[in-house]
Nanobody, 124 residues
Framework: QVQLVESGGGLVQAGGSLRLSCAAS????????MGWFRQAPGKERDIVAA????????YYADSVKGRFTIARDNAKNKVYLQMNDLQPEDTAGYYC?????????????????WGQGTQVTVSS
C-alpha cells in the first residue's frame, strides 16, 4: 500500500505560479499511474492531469492544457504539478491519487490511493 501526502498549495494572485508536490511512502510507486484531481466548493472532484507509471504518457484536462505540467521523479518517490498562469477558477482543493495499473485513469473510481489534499486559492 502507498500513502500519499500533498504539499505546496497556498494563496497566489492571478497570473502567478505554484508547484504542488505529492510524496509517496510505504512502497515505491514506479508501477503506479498517478493523477492530480481538484474539487471546488459545491463541485465534483475532477481530473486535472495524469501520468503513466513510466512517465512516458500524460493527460490534461482541457481547462489546464498549456498552463499545468505533471511530472514524476521516481527516485524521490514524488509527483509534481507545476501550475502556471493561475486563474481564480483554479481555486480548489488539489488531491494526488495513485492507481495500481500502468495505464492512466481519468475518473475518480479508477484510482486506489488518495492524499489528503492541499488548498490552492487564486485571487484576482
Amino acid at each position: 500500500q502507498v500513502q500519499l501526502v500533498e504539499s505546496g498549495g497556498g494563496l497566489v494572485q492571478a497570473g502567478g505560479s505554484l508547484r504542488l508536490s505529492c510524496a509517496a511512502s510505504g512502497r515505491t510507486f514506479t508501477n503506479y499511474a498517478m493523477g492530480w484531481f481538484r474539487q471546488a466548493p459545491g463541485k465534483e472532484r475532477d481530473i486535472v492531469a495524469a501520468i503513466s507509471w513510466s512517465g512516458m504518457s500524460t493527460y490534461y484536462a482541457d481547462s489546464v492544457k498549456g498552463r499545468f505540467t505533471i511530472a514524476r521523479d521516481n527516485a524521490k518517490n514524488k509527483v509534481y504539478l507545476q501550475m502556471n498562469d493561475l486563474q481564480p477558477e483554479d481555486t480548489a482543493g488539489y488531491y494526488c491519487a495513485g492507481r495500481t495499473a500502468q495505464a492512466m485513469g481519468i475518473t475518480l473510481d479508477e484510482y486506489d490511493y488518495w492524499g489528503q489534499g492541499t488548498q490552492v486559492t487564486v485571487s484576482s
